[in-house]
T-cell receptor, first 117, second 116 residues
Framework: AQKITQTQPGMFVQEKEAVTLDCTYD???????LFWYKQPSSGEMIFLIY??????QNATEGRYSLNFQKARKSANLVISASQLGDSAMYFC??????????????FGQGTTLQVKP | DAGITQSPRHKVTETGTPVTLRCHQT?????MYWYRQDPGHGLRLIHY???????DKGEVSDGYSVSRSKTEDFLLTLESATSSQTSVYFC???????????????FGPGTRLTVT
């Protein structure tokens, strides 16, 4: 069954350091997309980065990069040079692109990141 | 920013009362979704719509119904609210479904519902 697992309920990082948020997934779909969203304390869901299962290179968006290891079924988010504004809840999500014709997202439990000054 | 609004933004209601949450979009996107967010569970799909009058159930649909009579509006109804439905509800829209980032979902601001 499709599933997303985020094993780190909470993490701390020092300002200006890099941090990795873990995400593993399970699917039998041959084609899928992986997303990361940020949810600050204000509550909105902010899209950060997307990785397609068929993409040869790891996705990058500014200070965000995705360490995609397909054989290990992991899609870890790397935030470089952390800023105080990065303090938020982060969600990993998956969209199955063949087995499902709904476009729905399957979310992990989330990881709360706190950046220390 | 995608034009998605949710109303109300906050609501407190009593057990057993009916509640309707509204999602309104100005993007003319075909797909609309209702998720609920609970601690330890992330977001879970309640119902979704793939067109006017076309809806289907998600993984946590018990106790909820939806309707979509216009492209821009997707209503979520709790026929008889229970305390287990206390949650934050998010609406999302997508222009289409398929491969790639182009088909990402855009989320509304959320509705915090408390059932006492």
């Amino acid at each position: 069954a499709q599933k997303i697992t985020q094993t780190q309920p909470g993490m701390f990082v020092q300002e200006k350091e890099a941090v990795t948020l873990d995400c593993t997934y399970d699917t039998s779909d041959p084609s899928y997309g992986l997303f990361w969203y940020k949810q600050p304390s204000s509550g909105e869901m902010i899209f950060l980065i997307y990785q397609g299962s068929y993409d040869q290179q790891n996705a990058t968006e500014g200070r965000y990069s995705l360490n995609f290891q397909k054989a290990r079924k992991s899609a870890n988010l790397v935030i470089s040079a952390s800023q105080l504004g990065d303090s938020a809840m982060y969600f990993c999500a998956m969209r199955e692109e063949v087995a499902s014709n709904t476009g729905k997202l399957i979310f992990g439990q989330g990881t709360t990141l706190q950046v220390k000054p | 920013d995608a034009g998605i609004t949710q109303s109300p933004r906050h609501k407190v209601t009593e057990t057993g009362t009916p509640v309707t949450l509204r999602c309104h979009q100005t993007e003319n996107h075909r797909y609309m979704y209702w998720y609920r967010q609970d601690p330890g569970h992330g977001l879970r799909l309640i119902h979704y719509s793939y067109g006017v009058k076309d809806t289907d159930k998600g993984e946590v649909s018990d106790g909820y119904s939806v309707s979509r009579s216009k492209t821009e509006d997707f209503l979520l109804t709790l026929e008889s609210a229970t305390s287990s439905q206390t949650s934050v509800y998010f609406c999302a829209i997508s222009e289409s479904i398929g491969k790639g980032r182009d088909y990402e979902q855009y989320f509304g601001p959320g509705t915090r519902l408390t059932v006492t």
